[in-house]
T-cell receptor, first 115, second 110 residues
Framework: EPEVTQTPSHQVTQMGQEVILRCVPI?????FYWYRQILGQKVEFLVS????????KSEIFDDQFSVERPDGSNFTLKIRSTKLEDSAMYFC?????????????FGEGSRLTVL | GQQVMQIPQYQHVQEGEDFTTYCNSS?????IQWYKQRPGGHPVFLIQ?????EVKKQKRLTFQFGEAKKNSSLHITATQTTDVGTYFC??????????FGTGTRLKVLA
């Protein structure tokens, strides 16, 4: 069964350092997402990406965040200068289908710990 | 911005009892999806509802989309220990963005 894969599963970093989280979405999917979940809390939307550009982003997704799809398979989230409050589980998701329908397939997540 | 709230936040039930979680959006939704997240896991899709007043069933789970397309519910009949986890609704706000609800954490006591 196709799946979304994420690396690393856990990253520990010092405050102020840059972090790149990587995702390989399901191959024929067209819509890509990053969500984050602070421990025990809700799943928060960060950004959606379609047709090689950001389609929507949340207030959380400020200038410190960027996304890229550098080749045909990887989808990355970069945090330029991490803060303590960036500590969370980051989930990548992808979706096939038309613009307003279709299930999200989530990866197993990358846990980011900022010290 | 759009908000999606769920109640209750937590629910503990005895195995065999029923469970319901309610989802309310501040805006009208194009569709609504439900996800289950096991402890330590990632969200897994359960179902999508599109039509006003739609009701769908999956074995012991019944999903409903409100007439005004602003609320939804998930009802589990005769809970089992395998039902443990957090249930999230997710509403489509805008063309691409699924906003997740606050979640209901279900604990089933054997």
């Amino acid at each position: 069964e196709p799946e979304v894969t994420q690396t690393p599963s856990h990253q520990v970093t010092q405050m102020g350092q840059e972090v790149i989280l990587r995702c390989v979405p399901i191959s024929n999917h067209l819509y890509f997402y990053w969500y984050r979940q602070i421990l025990g809390q809700k799943v928060e939307f960060l950004v959606s990406f379609y047709n090689n550009e950001i389609s929507e982003k949340s207030e959380i997704f400020d200038d410190q965040f960027s996304v890229e799809r550098p080749d045909g398979s990887n989808f990355t989230l970069k945090i330029r200068s991490t803060k303590l409050e960036d500590s969370a589980m980051y989930f990548c998701a992808s979706r096939a289908g038309t613009a307003n329908t279709g299930e999200l397939f989530f990866g197993e997540g990358s846990r980011l710990t900022v010290l | 911005g759009q908000q999606v709230m769920q109640i209750p936040q937590y629910q503990h039930v005895q195995e065999g009892e029923d469970f319901t979680t309610y989802c309310n959006s501040s805006t009208t939704l194009s569709n609504i999806q439900w996800y289950k997240q096991r402890p330590g896991g990632h969200p897994v899709f359960l179902i999508q509802l599109v039509k006003s007043g739609e009701v769908k069933k999956q074995k012991r789970l019944t999903f409903q989309f409100g007439e005004a397309k602003k609320n939804s519910s998930l009802h589990i009949t005769a809970t089992q220990t395998t039902d443990v986890g957090t249930y999230f609704c997710a509403g489509l706000g805008g063309t691409y963005k699924y906003i997740f609800g606050t979640g209901t954490r279900l604990k089933v006591l054997a």
